[in-house]
Nanobody
Framework: VQLQASGGGLVQAGDSLTLSCAFSGRYFSSYSVGWFRQAPGKERVFVASSSWTTGYTYYADSVKGRFTVSRDNAKSTATLQMNTLKAEDTAVYYC????????????????????WGQGTLVTVSS
């Protein structure tokens, strides 16, 4: 199992950006997909998650109402739609798969996820 985030770039505050996450491996539909970000000099933090259960999502308070996660199990991809971006959203964004298939709850600690890719840099200028 391996995931890779892409779609980052340089945008202005208030703009939108869509990140994609490509999953390599089997049984994508059985894993919840988490999005995390790491700002320069800071720890990696949870942003949002899309449960393996279709339609169930969870967001960090800092992005709630601005970011939307979705997934396409048929294509083994996940998406993070980011709207009304702020300078404090600047970070390297990662997607990862829950270590446990069919977990019955969403977890937010990075230690519960694996198959991290290299991440994609999002820079928001103010």
């Amino acid at each position: 199992v391996q995931l890779q985030a892409s779609g980052g770039g340089l945008v202005q505050a208030g703009d939108s950006l869509t990140l994609s996450c490509a999953f390599s491996g089997r049984y994508f539909s059985s894993y919840s997909v988490g999005w995390f970000r790491q700002a320069p000099g800071k720890e990696r933090v949870f942003v949002a998650s899309s449960s393996w259960t279709t339609g169930y999502t969870y967001y960090a308070d800092s992005v709630k109402g601005r970011f939307t996660v979705s997934r396409d199990n048929a294509k083994s991809t996940a998406t993070l739609q980011m709207n009304t971006l702020k300078a404090e959203d600047t970070a390297v964004y990662y997607c990862a798969a829950d270590q446990v298939q069919w977990r019955q709850r969403i977890v937010t600690r990075s230690a519960h996820y694996n198959a991290w890719g290299q991440g994609t840099l999002v820079t928001v200028s103010s």
